[in-house]
């Protein structure tokens, strides 16, 4: 049974940094291609970052260059590391396996003063 279980979320400053975590389990996470959403509210959900097996990464536009992604195969890990956070960045974060059905209960950010 695929489960993803978010951590790290809190409240912080504008130009705060918070680290989150995704303990992923059911499936082969060294072969799988992971990524990060986030569903602000009263909007809906949206692409973050994603991460090949091999190390390559993509951005949405929006946390370029603030935002990294990163995983721990032999953990079945996957991180969110973000930096000089935004008031628009407040959400709920979710990670996943690229382009599959499940979803787990995510992990809320909120950015403000």
């Known amino acids: 049974q695929v489960r993803y279980v978010e951590s790290g979320g809190a409240l912080v400053q504008p130009g705060g940094s918070l680290r989150l975590s995704c303990a992923a389990s059911?499936?082969?996470?060294?072969?799988?291609?992971m990524t990060w959403h986030r569903q602000a509210p009263g909007k809906a959900r949206e692409w973050v970052a994603t991460?090949?097996?091999?190390?390559?990464?993509f951005y949405t536009d929006a946390v370029q260059g603030r935002f990294t992604i990163s995983r721990n195969d032999p953990n079945g890990t996957l991180f969110l590391q973000m930096n000089n956070l935004k008031p628009d960045d407040t959400a709920v974060y979710y990670c996943?396996?690229?382009?599959?059905?499940?979803w787990g209960q995510g992990t809320l950010v909120t950015v403000s003063s």
């Open positions: 996943q396996e690229a382009n599959t059905p499940t």
């Open positions: 059911g499936f082969d996470f060294d072969s799988a291609i």
């Open positions: 991460m090949f097996p091999g190390g390559r990464t």
